[in-house]
């Protein structure tokens, strides 16, 4: 495979709103990115994705998008932007953006027009149909809650709506509506990013008379027609949001020889705690073997054809340390062990603002505490359909995406030094115990074990290049692997457990690289603590 800058890359996601607020508005800006850069820099990362920064009524958060070619004025202006660019670059760091291309904005001069006359030009840029017997075209459901069709009463047409009512979709089989987004593309590569992450690109190709959402038949032409227009001749970084790809579906988006994007995000091992078939509301404990079993057949079935993103987290989703982990008693250890497990595997590690941190999920006890629409809508639905009110609260605290999105925790001052307002979506009250400058000033915490994952990347191949093997004779919460590359070899070792487990380390170690208990070299029959992790030189 021809090597690019973003095989050993380590992607930090930025999530602006919640990061830094430099004006006291209580809302993350720009220059508070810019501000921060240095602590990036000193992180080890070289590759930011910016979560959407464009204008918006935020209605998702700034996923509806109501012009693409300007900065949201709570965050800054487009001068602004283009010194984050810049300043970034003197660092070393690039900036990936977010494509946020199935849909725009209702408020987006587009479907501003669209919706004003059946024959208005901008009308085929959205999805329209009529009414079936006095109801909706059909069964198709928004991801958040409720039919996918809402009614225009100027027009008496549907619209369709995978999102929010304000996040009508684009209608992707019009051809001038994919020149706009490659048109809009390239004024964002003219500005000198490194790419783009790809939201919900997977459903770019619906055919919503058929209910097909994911995966429609246009789906690859369009991503191929894209990349020929936008990004193809140009050394870019692109990752693809796909939640329903298989390693099969992944090949094909990722195969270089098909020139479509870098990568995807495929979410598999993401499923792991929801019941089969059902939402992801609906718990169930997650099973250290399946997980072992999921990301083992990740790593090893892509080979040539595709290349793996790696991540516990993102701003849809709740923090790994309270998810898997132990939040309390083992805050620190299961942090750094997941840490490790995805830092040392074959792919493009992705880490969400504040995971470095070991930061976590932010408890709520009421309906009022929530912001986000996604929760807001289902607690509607689910309290409609008679669930009770302590079990949604509890899919919430579980699952909910403002877990993620709670402001940054920096220091111990007012509002976690995030703001000197106040703050959006309130700071987790442990905030005083867990922030950015204790955790730097202290060589044992979480911080310090990222930053050596990504020093261990970028200064040993193996990491980045080498084969995986998992090792099966292991106790079921003990996930263990080999990474080797031509006489080198790693293997390591993780307890995924709270649980004390043994081990017999298989070959004769040479040396420990990387622990987060204090330890000898292991040699046979070893017992493994709570949450520990290693990394063996064989
Ligand atoms: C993606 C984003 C999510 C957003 C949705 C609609 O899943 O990550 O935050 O709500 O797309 O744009
Ligand atoms: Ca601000």
Known sequence: MEKKWWHQSVVYQVYPRSFQDT??????????????????????????????????????????????????????????????????????????????????????????????????????????????????????????????????????????????????????????????????????????????????????????????????????????????????????????????????????????????????????????????????????????????QVLSKWQTSLGEEGWNSLFWNNHDLPRIVSRWGNDQEYRVESAKMFAILLHLMKGTPYIYQGEELGMTNHLIHDISEVADIESINMYHERRSLGYSESEILRSINAKGRDNARTPMQWDETAHAGFTTGNPWLPVNPNYPRINAKQAMADKESVFHMYKQLIELRKKNEIVVWGDYELLTETPPDVFAYYRTLGQERWLIVCNVSEEENQLTVPREAKEVILSNYQIELPTGEVKLCPYEAFVLRT
């Open 23 to 292: 004006n006291g508005d209580g809302i993350g800006d720009l220059k508070g990115i810019i501000s921060r850069l240095d602590y990036l820099e000193y992180l080890g990362i070289d590759t930011i994705w910016l979560s959407p920064v464009y204008q918006s009524p935020n209605d998702d958060n700034g996923y509806d998008i109501s012009d693409y070619e300007a900065i949201m004025a709570e965050f800054g202006t487009m001068v602004e932007m283009e010194k984050l660019i810049a300043e970034a670059k003197k660092c070393g760091i690039k900036i990936i953006l977010d494509l946020v291309v199935n849909h725009t904005s209702d408020e987006h001069r587009w479907f501003i027009e669209a919706r004003k006359s059946k024959d208005n030009p901008y009308r085929d840029y959205y999805i329209w149909r009529d009414p079936v017997k006095g109801d909706v075209p059909n069964q198709l459901r928004s991801i958040f809650s409720g039919p996918a069709w809402e009614l225009d009463e100027t027009t008496g047409q549907y619209y369709l709506h995978l999102y929010s009512k304000k996040q009508p979709d684009l209608n992707w089989e019009n051809e001038i509506v994919r020149q706009e987004v490659y048109q809009m593309m390239n004024f964002w590569i003219d500005k000198g990013i490194g790419g783009f992450r790809m939201d919900v690109i997977d459903t770019i190709g619906k055919v919503p008379d058929k209910e097909i959402t994911n995966n429609g038949p246009k789906l690859h032409d369009y991503l191929q027609e894209m990349n020929r227009a936008t990004f193809g001749d140009k050394d870019l970084m692109t990752v693809g949001e796909t939640w329903g790809a298989t390693t099969e579906i992944a090949k094909l988006y990722s195969d270089p020889k098909r020139k479509e994007l870098s990568m995807i995000f495929q979410f598999e091992h993401m499923s792991l705690d929801q019941e089969e078939g059902k939402a992801k509301w609906d718990l169930k404990p997650m099973a250290v073997p399946e997980l072992k």
